[in-house]
């Protein structure tokens, strides 16, 4: 069984930048879709950003299109989510997920890691 781990939250200023990492152990399939979800307080869990396991095509939230960018090293079996220019409003526990499917839908991800706690303070 496949186990995604997050890492590299915390707490930063707003226009600061962070780089969250998710790796996945236990035999992970390198032809697996890949995607971040956020959750803030109060909130739905939301999609974030995808990559494809070719790492051909990435798919990305309007909310964080051309400050966040996500990335994969397969050798590594870890997806990054690059996250630059951050806004109070990108406060959240952010997840990493995986799926067989080319989906932003979250109930299409069958796999998900514990989460990474972002917090940015204006």
């Known amino acids: 069984q496949v186990q995604l781990v997050e890492s590299g939250g915390g707490l930063v200023q707003a226009g600061d930048s962070l780089r969250l990492s998710c790796a996945a152990s236990g035999r992970p399939s390198r032809t697996i879709n890949m995607g971040w979800f956020r959750q803030a307080p109060g909130k739905e869990r939301r999609f974030v950003a995808l990559?494809?396991?070719?790492?051909?095509?990435?798919v990305y939230a309007d909310s964080v299109k051309g400050r966040f960018t996500i990335s994969r090293d397969n050798a590594k079996n870890t997806v990054y989510l690059q996250m630059n220019s951050l806004k109070p409003e990108d406060t959240a526990a952010y997840y990493c997920?995986?799926?067989?499917?080319?989906?932003?839908?979250?109930?299409?991800?069958?796999?998900w890691g514990q989460g990474t706690q972002v917090t940015v303070s204006s």
């Open positions: 997920a995986a799926s067989s499917l080319l989906t932003v839908r979250e109930t299409d991800f069958s796999t």
């Open positions: 990559i494809t396991w070719s790492s051909a095509d990435t």
